[in-house]
């Protein structure tokens, strides 16, 4: 039960950064052009 919380939490922060990362590209690119 832990092990999988910990699992379930590790892929939704992994998500958000991934995320979190291609919105900051829009907006260098947007930014840049």
């Known amino acids: 039960m ?3 919380r910990f699992y ?3 892929i ?3 998500i ?3 995320i979190s990362i ?3 590209n ?3 690119i947007s ?3």
């Open 2 to 4: 832990f092990i999988t």
């Open 12 to 14: 939704s922060i992994s």
């Open 16 to 18: 958000s950064i991934s």
């Open 26 to 28: 829009v907006l260098l």
């Open 8 to 10: 379930n939490f590790s």
């Open 22 to 24: 291609s919105i900051s």
């Open 31 to 33: 930014l840049a052009s």
